[in-house]
């Protein structure tokens, strides 16, 4: 990307982020509307970005990335709400600096709002001269430092709290607060759960939330999920986009076990007065609470901005019981998959697995193995029509979906799978055999699965595989007046009235 310095005036807030496209968005009266709505009406919603700017200047940290909407008169927006968010609060800080001078934005360099330094995305390169910018470079105004990204251990000592191959697992969930998720209840959960509901609807969060709980006060595991979140490379997850990420506190609760078993954890986000943490430094903490019966446990996180992070922990870290996720869009981790194939070895349930993709898929398919080489860890496959074992990922999407969420069983028995967007690149001839396999390791592992899925055709397969739909819980997921709603029907009922008048889970 290219690297330039354009005039503050000349970047405009995107109006896609409020009314639509159109030039008619740059009107500055609409900007400054646009402005009130993004920082609110007394800026709380960049107030941290305000003292942040006025104390430590502009740092490397803050690449501001543009893209350039009009070529003959030179304007530019900011990509993405958190760029839009840096670019409202220098606003607001150079409106502060006509008034009263240098000793309202602290140690910023006044230069900045002459020349923002910026990343122009590839559509918006310019040739040279075809702005009037300060040709000093970047660091000119720009604070040097060195970022960090977070580096999560592969494998840490945790403490599972509860292991009963005779007891149901999560019996409700309330969610009072996390992401676009409010207030919600979730009763009367089975072996198999079932959601279903439009884009945005809340099926990924809600699994995130249902993770939360489990992890308890695991600070990593809440990590990785921002990494998930984020679309991060693993050891690339920037500190400053967790602490802009995740704003508000996180709440929730569940039944576990027993209905006398109530399980907890609240993560609370802040700033820590500690007269012992380099404020220049230091970006921020969460502080983790879980409760499950009689255990409370804490863990303390701190973010740096040269450093990776710090944890303090209360006792041990603890989960509930042993889970594992599975997204087909690069969610889960390597190592928990290279963990499973060993369970699966040892508890021979590796065959089974590839019984199935023999009988569904491939019925060439010989073996699957976990080899290194060079350092790099694959999965090969051994084919009667190949003479060398070949990698998984030269085979289709839907087989490598089916490999790693079954195999995942032998790492989560007796405790939870959740698995997002089940359907994934599967053929829906596969989805009565496939929906029914899950089902049979659900009750050979005393696995509870929650799965998402926009499909209906995955979703009624679920009921019509011929297994026990006694044991399915299904809930439709949708928007009303702009909170979530969460409405249960049991598998039963869904499949009379399914064959009755033809119902969608997802309406």
């Known amino acids: 990307m290219q690297e330039a310095h354009i005039p503050l005036d000349s970047i405009y807030l995107d109006p896609a982020l409020f009314v639509g496209d159109g030039p008619e968005y740059f009107d500055l009266a609409l900007q400054e509307s646009f402005q009130e709505d993004l920082a609110g009406s007394n800026n709380e919603h960049i107030q941290h970005r305000i003292d942040d700017l006025i104390t430590n200047g502009l740092y490397n940290r803050h690449q501001i990335i543009l893209k350039l909407v009009d070529r003959r008169d030179l ?24 008034k009263n001078g240098t000793k309202a934005i602290g140690n910023l360099n006044p230069a900045l709002f002459s020349a923002v330094p910026v990343i122009l995305n590839p559509e918006s390169y310019l040739t ?74 809340g099926k990924t969060s809600l699994l995130e939330a249902i993770r939360l709980l489990l992890a308890q006060n695991d600070a990593n595991d809440f990590l990785h999920i921002q990494q998930l979140r984020g679309k991060f490379a693993e050891d690339k997850l920037m500190p400053f986009w967790v602490i802009d990420t995740v704003r508000n506190t996180i709440k929730i609760e569940g039944h576990f076990g027993q209905e006398t078993n109530l399980a907890k954890i609240e993560i609370q986000p802040g700033i820590e007065d500690d007269d012992t943490l380099n404020g220049a430094d230091y970006l921020g903490s969460f502080h983790f609470k879980g409760a499950f019966m009689d255990s409370k446990h804490s863990t303390n996180l701190r973010l740096f901005e040269t450093k990776n992070y710090n944890l303090s922990i209360k006792g041990k870290t603890n989960h509930l019981c042993k889970f594992a996720y599975y997204s087909p869009f690069g969610g889960y981790r390597a190592s928990q998959l290279y963990n499973a194939h060993a369970e699966s070895i040892e508890k021979k349930h590796l065959p089974k697995v590839i019984a199935f993709l023999q009988s569904s898929i491939d019925e060439n398919i010989t073996n699957i193995r976990l080899v290194e080489k060079y350092g790099l860890k694959r999965f090969l496959i051994e084919h009667k029509n190949f003479k060398h074992a070949v990698d998984l990922i030269q085979f289709g999407d839907g087989l490598q979906n089916i490999f790693r969420t079954t195999i995942l069983f032998s790492i989560a028995e007796n405790g939870i799978l959740l698995i997002d967007e089940m359907e994934t690149a599967i053929h829906h001839s596969l989805l009565i055999e496939y929906t029914k396999f899950i089902q049979e390791l659900a009750e050979e592992f005393n696995t509870q699965v929650f799965i998402t899925s926009h499909s209906g055709e995955c979703i009624d397969a679920f009921v019509n595989n011929g297994h026990k739909n006694d044991e399915i819980s299904m809930y439709n997921m949708e928007v009303e007046d702009g909170q979530v709603a969460c409405k249960h029907i049991t598998g039963t009922r869904y499949k009379e009235l399914n064959d009755l008048m033809g119902i969608d889970l997802r309406d």
Request: no cysteine; glycine share 4%.
């Open 128 to 201: 040279p001269g075809k702005l009037d910018v300060v040709s000093q470079p970047r660091s000119t105004y720009l604070t040097p430092r060195s970022r960090t990204t977070i580096t999560l251990p592969k494998s840490i000592p945790i403490n599972i709290l509860f292991d009963n191959h005779e007891i149901q697992h999560l019996i409700d969930l309330n969610i009072s607060s996390y992401k676009s998720l409010s207030g919600i209840t979730v009763n009367k959960l089975n072996k198999i759960n079932l959601f279903a509901g439009e884009n945005n609807s």
């Open 75 to 98: 304007i530019f927006t900011p990509v993405g709400v958190q760029n839009n968010l840096i670019i409202a609060t220098l606003k607001y800080l150079k409106k502060e600096f006509e």
